[in-house]
């Protein structure tokens, strides 16, 4: 992983065809780090999904800690819970 990161870039580290973590800074401004795994066998794990409309991620990412942020990043784009 980059020691810094971009905000509204998200970073896939692993093999190019097997990536086994996402990480992004927190969409919200507090630029926190979040990194969700993507293997299929940890607790929490997120699916990656990659078409021509852009990346998803599910399910919705949801913060317990710092500024409980909650949103879903689909097709590239991050959509706000309620």
């Given at each position: ?13 692993g093999e190019e065809d097997n990536p086994w973590l996402a990480a992004l800074k927190c969409p919200c401004g507090c630029d926190d780090v979040i990194q969700l795994s ?45």
């Amino acid at each position: 992983m980059p020691p810094f990161l971009k905000r509204k870039v998200l970073y896939l580290i692993g093999e190019e065809d097997n990536p086994w973590l996402a990480a992004l800074k927190c969409p919200c401004g507090c630029d926190d780090v979040i990194q969700l795994s993507l293997i299929k066998n940890d607790t929490p794990s997120w699916n990656l999904i990659t078409r021509k409309q852009g990346t998803t991620l599910s399910p919705s990412i949801w913060r317990t800690k710092g500024c409980k942020s909650h949103f879903f990043f689909r097709e590239n784009r991050i959509k706000w819970c309620d």
